[in-house]
């Protein structure tokens, strides 16, 4: 799903005609149906031979979505981020992540690569939904309008037998460093990786660009990539111009730039899921690679 300035959220129904992407362009979801290096380098795969990392596809019920980072917590477990809306239920249309119905905890989330509209990919292994703001917030009765729009991030648990398939490195272009606490300024770089079923070839995968500033209050950002994002990108990471984690991509936007991107803010997000998730300790892996830029 792809949502737009307005309306910034993905979901499920969305994806699930082209010609519904087209009629919603301007509140539409980007989601498609169809440790640091340091600290832990010897517990993850070696980076070139990872199958499940940062922008692996990411099914759940049919809808195709992208993950974001490697988070891990307290006792040792490995998770995956994506947004919120990619296991949401309801209409495309359904933007506001505190109203929207959801699946539960536990919902089998199938890790993949090279799917697209006429194969399934390979199925590199599955987790579980663990965390989701959408039902975290409806359950709570949020009504605030700026997280209702612009929380929406959610974690998988990777199953215990597919942790040795994980890498939290950012494919192209290394890292995460970090994440970014105060937020990515207008003008500032951003760099991406995506893995919509959309696309024919991953080629078009590394996205760079320019983030249009912050809104929302802090809780989201736009941002302008070549390519911008499309359904089965909902979800993907974000870095900013130093490689830390900034962002999750949730939405296509006809403003401030058409073809613009709506980001969520991923410390904001991670604030709230640390507080609400009941995972101690959750935390993002920093990459194993080190973060490197095209000058």
């Not at 040792?76 to 949401?88: E, N, P, Q, S």
Request: hydrophobic share 35%; with cysteine.
């Amino acid at each position: 799903m792809l949502p737009s300035s307005t309306a910034r959220r993905p979901h499920p129904g969305l994806a699930r005609s082209l010609g519904g992407l087209v009629a919603v362009l301007t509140a539409l979801p980007l989601l498609w149906v169809a440790g640091g290096a340091a600290a832990g380098g010897s517990r993850w795969a070696p980076a070139d031979r990872a199958t499940i990392t940062p922008g692996v596809q990411m099914f759940t019920a049919g809808a195709q979505c992208t993950g974001n980072f490697v988070f891990t917590d307290r006792r040792g477990r490995v998770y995956v981020g994506y947004a919120a809306h990619c296991a949401g239920l309801g209409e495309a249309t359904d933007t506001d992540g505190c109203a929207t119905g959801s699946l539960p905890l536990g919902t089998r989330v199938r890790f993949a690569s090279g799917a697209d509209l006429v194969s399934r990919g390979t199925t590199h292994g599955f987790g579980r939904l663990a965390y989701s703001s959408w039902r975290t917030m409806a359950e709570r009765g949020v009504r605030r309008a700026n997280p209702c729009a612009h929380n929406d991030f959610a974690l998988v648990r990777v199953g215990r037998k597919r942790v040795g398939k994980v890498n939290p490195t950012v494919p192209f272009w290394g890292g995460p460093t970090g994440v970014e606490v105060d937020g990515v300024d207008a003008g500032s770089r951003v760099h991406g990786y995506a893995s919509s079923s959309l696309r024919p070839t991953d080629t078009l995968s590394p996205r760079t660009g320019v983030s249009l500033g912050r809104s929302a209050g802090g809780w989201a950002h736009d941002v302008y990539t070549a390519t911008p994002g499309v359904p089965g990108d909902s979800g993907s990471g974000l870095l900013g111009p130093d490689g830390r984690a900034f962002g999750t991509l949730s939405t296509v936007a006809v403003a401030p730039v058409p073809g613009s991107n709506g980001v969520g803010d991923l410390a904001r997000e991670l604030r709230f899921a640390r507080r609400h998730s009941g995972i101690d300790g959750l935390r993002l892996v920093r990459g194993t690679r080190p973060f490197e830029p095209i000058p």
